[in-house]
């Protein structure tokens, strides 16, 4: 399989600074030398540029939205020119709004981006329902333009919303970790979910399940990696995953059944943060051995 890389060090929407060296953690774990000695066609493109979390006094509902605007349009112009090399893209994040910016690039690829969002949140909060601030779990609110979300983003890639709710389906959500505006925009938009049960319970029949509620079409998938159980794999930015959520291994397995669908055009990943990653050596090599089993017949 061909396989390009391509890292998006941004933070500036996430809850604090670390995110943004997910991309650097992952390569220097071993990703690169991982996926061809696989025997992938490897194309690393590299990084887009650093943008970093800081305190935004003057918005502080949809901090540094200006920043993350300009991220996620950067994103979606160098991944629909990755796009037509074939293969599969990896995009390494960085904030979960990479999501928005790789379905942006399959929208002028593909003509409709399809979306399995891979998470243990919903993300549809809006800078009109929480304090939070943090627009890492507001991206499908602004995504499928909901009522509250920040304009700016929500029309970043045109006057029509970039998702309409039966091209996105979650998986792996576990619902008690949203708030209840989430879980009402989710009903009313009748958005289907595969819930982290079944993830646990069995992922590669959970991630076929995700498969067959989206439309039939090219489709990318993008994992937060807090749906991990934390104390199997301390990579999030959010700690609240302990003793819940799939391992690592089990992720890869439900990984691989998305990368290697006939009509996947790649594979986003964020929230990650290394300095949570130091206190287990073994979670950033066994997240590498994860995607390149997904990536491998």
């Known amino acids: ?9 941004d933070s500036a929407g996430a809850y604090c600074v670390g995110v943004e060296d997910g991309p650097t953690a992952v390569r220097e774990a071993g990703l690169l030398d991982a996926l061809a000695g696989a025997g992938h066609e490897l194309n690393d493109a590299g990084d887009l540029i650093m943008r970093r979390w800081k305190p935004d006094h003057a918005h502080p509902r949809a901090q540094n939205l200006p920043d993350e605007v300009d991220a996620a349009r950067e994103l979606a112009d160098a991944a629909s020119e990755l796009l037509e090399y074939g293969g599969r893209l990896l995009v390494l994040g960085g904030s979960c709004l990479v999501a ?17 969002y891979i998470d243990r949140h919903l993300d549809l909060n809006t800078p009109a329902s929480t304090e939070q601030g943090s627009l890492s779990w507001m991206g ?8 509250g979300a920040a304009t700016e983003l929500a029309e970043a890639f045109g006057p029509d919303p970039l998702l309409i709710p039966e091209e996105l389906v979650y998986l792996g959500v576990s619902e008690g970790q949203s708030t209840e505006w989430e879980r009402r925009q989710r009903e009313v938009l009748a958005v289907p979910l595969v819930p982290q049960s079944e993830l646990v319970a069995d992922p590669a029949a959970a991630a076929q399940r995700a498969l067959g509620l989206l439309p039939a079409g090219p489709f990318v998938a993008h994992v937060d990696v807090d749906v991990l159980d934390f104390l199997d ?18 992720l890869g397995i439900a990984l691989r ?5 006939p009509h996947c055009l ?15 050596p073994t979670a950033l090599p066994r997240l590498v051995d994860a995607l390149t089993f997904a990536f491998s017949n």
Request: aromatic share 0%; charged share 15%; proline share 7%.
């Open 1 to 9: 399989m061909k396989v390009t890389v391509l890292g998006v060090p």
């Open 100 to 116: 928005l910016g790789l379905s942006a690039a399959v929208a002028r690829h593909s003509g409709r981006p399809r979306l399995v």
């Open 140 to 147: 499908m609110a602004h995504a499928l333009r909901i009522e």
């Open 233 to 250: 794999a301390p990579l999030a930015e959010d700690t609240n995953g302990a003793n819940s959520g799939p391992t690592l291994e089990q």
């Open 257 to 261: 059944e998305l990368a290697q669908a």
């Open 266 to 280: 790649g594979l986003s990943v964020g929230q990650l943060n290394p300095a949570h990653a130091d206190a287990d």
